[in-house]
């Protein structure tokens, strides 16, 4: 099945007629000073089906119980550079160029593994100017942005088409 179509507004209120809202996105900026890791390394994200199954992920295809977002995301991370953290990989990220440095596109960790500062050093071993998008509710992807000195300066309410 085709993935529904997407479109971001900044207001709920009304909403687009036979959209469904999927949750409030808010995107974060800044430069974090590189810190390179010599525990960081690149893996073919086909490889990381194990890690993927167990991460609690919360965007917009997660949002949504019409979509099965497990395999759409295994599709996605088919053929893509992931940053790995560690030999038996608990923390992974895939980072795009955007039109202003570095987007982040997908990070995620493992429950056990969480809270550990593993994201952190993925993001600080790259460096740069980054942008990364989360939901409003996502409490640790927006207290990790935060500390590591990026900024929220966009927020909208994201629908998919019925
Ligand atoms: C977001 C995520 C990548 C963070 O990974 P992590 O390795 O735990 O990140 P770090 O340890 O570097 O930093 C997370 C920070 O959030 C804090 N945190 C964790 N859970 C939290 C929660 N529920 N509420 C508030 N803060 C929380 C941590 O304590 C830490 O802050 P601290 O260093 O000041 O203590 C991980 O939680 C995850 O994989 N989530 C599911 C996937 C996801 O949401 N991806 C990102 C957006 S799409």
Known sequence: MPLPKCV??????????????????????????????????????EK???????????????????????SETKKWLK????????SYPAAFAVFSGGIVGTVINLIGVHPAAAGLGLAERLIRHVGGTFTAG??????????LYEKLGMKEFKREEVFHEN
């Open 8 to 45: 971001a507004l900044d207001h709920l209120d009304p909403g687009p007629a036979g959209w469904r809202h999927v949750g409030t996105r808010v995107t974060y900026g800044g430069y974090v000073r590189p810190h390179p890791d010599h525990e960081v390394w690149v893996q073919d994200g």
């Open 48 to 70: 990381l089906s194990d890690l993927v199954s167990a991460v609690n992920f919360s965007g917009r295809l997660w949002r949504d119980d019409r979509i099965d977002a497990l």
């Open 79 to 86: 053929g893509k550079d992931a940053w790995v953290v560690g």
């Open 134 to 143: 989360t939901y409003e509710d996502n409490a640790a992807a927006r207290r």
